[in-house]
């Protein structure tokens, strides 16, 4: 463990409390009723809107032991895909008011391979201490993201993890499931059943400091994460056995900034740092946390490259205004500079609107476009050289054997089509950034297009050596499917389907592991 930790836990923890302010928002809940009729009057027009409307704690369990399967299953396919987003929406007559806000439900598909291949289904709502709270009192008791909720006198706040929904990103690592969120700790499941065994404290003096959703695991099975709150960026390193290696905490550039995904390095962690910052005094008087979120236009995309065995060794790039949720990958090239790939927006109007229209069931203000974009990083120099592409995407992923090595082709959702489809995506892209050629499959207007993964074919080593596996929602069937594409073979689609007897709520992030 680094021998910095103990000196500098006073600091992790100051952190920590920071993280927990933005969500005591005051309540308002004028219309709620009227909020969940609208909602559900738009579904029934709608279908895409369906896994919007959520679970409940009775349909926040699932099991489907055998799903239907369509196609030639492989034999060599064995392990488990997780998936992870928000899912539980209303309470106590109540309706969440963004996106963001809903209880982490965690997905897992599991894959017995062999000669008579069977996929099974597991959900399970993350049970936080939140989720047991709210339980109990038969209501939302605190703060969301977009929804402010009245925080009772007898429900104090004891940390960020008072508001940790373990929402968006979910990862099996050292046998225990991670199930992650932005600003509080991981929460750790059973790879076996989903059961919650609870929030992950690394080591003595770290609980509840912020864990982020979007931990990148390196071919020798390190994981390395980033957390933020305030002005402190703290710097996670996990080894293959689930050990805290260290936990370094150095300056945030910009204080209070919006850093939801990172990349990393054979010698670097490179964190993009959006001008998008969090702003006290408005969350004082009563606004939430998305109210409270300002993007400045006149400030630049940063880029901040730390040293893995030194952060405080560190460089610093600054691009044209942009917005960055989601990072590709990077690495370090042969003439030593750095490059990353990430997708890009021209602002943040999807965070600060479109996913609140989507709850509300509204398409009209779904948020700008977003773009795949590459960087080239000179850490002699200073200089940065940017590209963007032509395309509409998010949810980027690469072959997870080159996390941190040289890369060739980038995997998104995409909405390819002409014209838009209320923000959704229905089509499937691999992007050769290399070649600049675009490989696409189009589901077709009756699927919405969740996150898909490149997971390696057994004892082969090519980047499209791979099967592409990932959900869409078919709006006709109004269930979810599992959809299992070859690499290779792209614009051909899916090869082989399972399909749920339900619907889920939309995911945001997952992984696999193979048995």
Do not use: C
Not at 206 to 228: C, M, R
Not at 424 to 453: I, K, P, W
Request: aromatic share 8%.
């Amino acid at each position: 463990m680094s021998t910095d930790l103990v000196s500098r836990r006073r600091l992790l923890q100051a952190a920590a409390a920071l993280a927990a302010l933005p969500f005591a928002a005051r309540a308002d809940a004028i219309g709620e009723a009227e909020r969940i009729a609208r909602f559900d009057a738009a579904a029934a027009r709608d279908a895409r809107l369906l896994p919007l409307k959520g679970v409940t704690d009775a349909t926040g369990t699932r099991d489907a032991l055998a799903l239907h399967l369509a196609g030639r299953w492989p034999a060599e396919l064995r392990g488990r895909f997780y998936r992870n987003g928000p899912a539980l929406f209303e309470r106590g007559g109540r309706r969440y008011h963004h996106w963001f806000d809903g209880d982490g439900m965690v997905q897992q598909f599991a894959f017995t391979g062999g000669t008579s291949p069977a996929v099974s289904h597991r959900g399970r709502l993350v049970a936080t201490d939140k989720l047991a709270r709210e339980r109990q009192a038969g209501r939302f008791v605190v703060g969301a993201f977009g929804t402010g909720i009245g925080m009772p006198a007898d429900a104090p706040v004891q940390g960020p993890d008072t508001f940790n929904t373990a929402n968006t990103n979910a990862i099996e690592h050292a046998g225990r499931v991670l199930a992650m969120w932005e600003g509080g700790s991981a929460y750790a499941l059973d790879p076996a059943d989903l059961a919650t065994r609870g929030p992950v404290t690394w080591a003595d003096g770290l609980a509840q400091v912020p864990f982020s959703a979007h931990p990148k695991v390196d071919a020798a099975g390190h994981l390395w994460n980033i957390g933020t709150s305030g002005r402190t960026l703290v710097l996670w390193h996990v080894d293959p056995q689930g050990r805290l290696v260290s936990a370094r905490p150095t300056a945030l550039p910009l204080p209070g900034a919006m850093v939801h995904d990172m990349a990393v390095t054979a010698r670097h962690l490179v964190v993009p740092i959006p001008p998008l910052t969090l702003h006290l005094a408005q969350l004082a008087h009563g606004a939430t946390m998305e109210q409270a979120m300002r993007f400045h236009r006149d400030q630049p995309l940063r880029i901040l490259v730390l040293d893995k065995a030194d952060p405080a060794r560190s460089r610093l790039f600054e691009l044209p205004t942009q917005m960055v949720f989601h990072v590709g990958n990077a690495f370090e090239r042969r003439d030593g500079r750095i490059e990353l790939t990430y997708i890009g927006a021209d602002d943040a109007s999807f965070l600060t609107g479109g996913a609140a229209a989507m709850m509300r069931g509204e398409w009209s203000d779904v948020g700008g476009r977003s773009a795949t974009q590459r960087v080239v990083l000179d850490l002699t120099t200073g200089r940065a050289k940017a590209e963007a592409f032509d395309d509409t995407v998010e949810f980027p992923r690469v072959d997870p054997r080159r996390v941190g090595e040289a890369t060739r082709w980038l995997l998104t959702p995409a909405e390819w089509l002409p014209g838009r489809e209320g923000g959704l995506f229905h089509g499937l892209q691999l992007r050769d950034l290399a070649g600049d050629r675009v490989r696409r499959f189009d589901y077709g207007a009756h699927s919405v297009v969740e996150e898909h993964l490149i997971v390696p074919k057994p004892g082969r080593s090519g980047e499209l050596d791979a099967w592409l596996l990932g959900t869409t929602f078919d709006t006709r069937r109004k269930v979810t499917v599992l959809n299992l594409l070859d690499a290779q073979r792209i614009e051909d689609g899916p090869f082989a389907q399972a399909f749920l007897p339900y619907a889920l709520p939309y995911g945001f992030h997952g992984n696999f592991t193979a048995a």
